[in-house]
C-alpha cells in the first residue's frame, strides 16, 4: 500500500520541497498549510491540502480529521515543520510576541503530534519527524524567541523518543542550519507588531546589525543549503530501517554539535558574539 505522510509548513521553503520530493518518492503526500490560500494553491498541483493552522486548535482537529477520512483513518509519518520567526533582543520582547511564537512554533505542534499518536499506536507503527534547527543546539544572539521554542522542541522531542521507545512509534529530530527559505521575510511583520526597538536601549546595534539583516537581502547566507537537503534527510527519517535520532544537515549544524559537546559554555558564548 501507498505508505501516507502528513507533512506541515507546505506553502514554501522545506515544507514544499518536502511536499514535491516525498511524492516523488511514491508517497501519498498531505501538504497542510496555514492560510486556504496556500492549500487551494497546493490543491491545483495535485495535492491533497488540508488547512492546518498551529495557532488554531480547531483546524488542527479538523484539518487531521479529513486526512484520516482519507486515508481510513491511518497515517505513516508526520512531520512538523510550519514555524515563524520574531527577531530581537531578549529584553526587547513582548510576553505576548513570546506566547504568540510558542503557539505557531511548539504547542501547535505538541497538538498535533498528541492527535497522530493513538492512530499510530493502534495501527502499530509510525515516524514523528520534527524539523528542529541549529538553533535547537546552540544559542544566538538576536535570535532569543526562536531559539527558546526549538529548545523546546528538542526537549520535549527527546523525552517523546524515551516514551516510546518500547513501540514501533519513531521519534526523529532534523537540525537544519541555514537553508533557502522565506523565514526571513515572513519574520517581519512579527518584528514590527511586536518589537519597539526605536525605544530600545539597544537601537544602535538594531541600526547596524538586525534591521540590514532583515530588510536587506545579501544573496544566499554562507554554507546556506537548499531544502532538498532537508528533504533528502526527511526521507531517510521516514523510510529508514533504523533511522537516527537526529540529523544533521548544514556544516554550521555538524560543528555546533560537536563545539556543543567539548567546549565549555564560555568559550562557545565567546564564539558566538563574535559571529
Known sequence: MQKTILITGCSSGIGLDAAHGMRARGWRVFASCRQQRDCDRLRAQGFESPRIDYTDADSITSGLAS?????????????????????????????????????????GWHELTRQVIPVMRAQGHGRIVQNSSVLGLV????????????????????TLRLELADSDIKVILIEPGPITSKI???????????????????????????LKRLYESSGPDRFE??????????????????????????????????????LPTRTIDRILTDV
Do not use: C, M
Open 67 to 107: 486526512v484520516f477520512e482519507a486515508t481510513s483513518g491511518t497515517l505513516d509519518a508526520l512531520f512538523n515543520n510550519g514555524a515563524h520567526g520574531l527577531p530581537g533582543a531578549v529584553e526587547d520582547l513582548p510576553t505576548d510576541g513570546l506566547r504568540l511564537i510558542f503557539e505557531a512554533n511548539f504547542f
Open 225 to 262: 543549503l537548499p531544502a532538498s537537503a532537508v528533504t533528502d534527510k526527511l526521507a531517510h527519517a521516514v523510510e529508514a530501517k533504523r533511522p537516527r535520532a537526529r540529523y544533521y544537515v548544514t556544516t554550521p549544524t555538524y560543528i555546533a554539535g560537536y563545539l556543543r559537546r567539548i
Open 139 to 158: 544559542a544566538y544572539p538576536w535570535r532569543g524567541a526562536y531559539v527558546a521554542t526549538k529548545y523546546a522542541v528538542e526537549g520535549l522531542t527527546d
Open 184 to 210: 526571513r521575510e515572513n519574520s517581519i511583520p512579527f518584528f514590527e507588531r511586536f518589537i519597539n526597538w526605536e525605544n530600545s536601549a539597544l537601537r544602535d546595534r538594531y541600526e547596524s546589525y538586525l
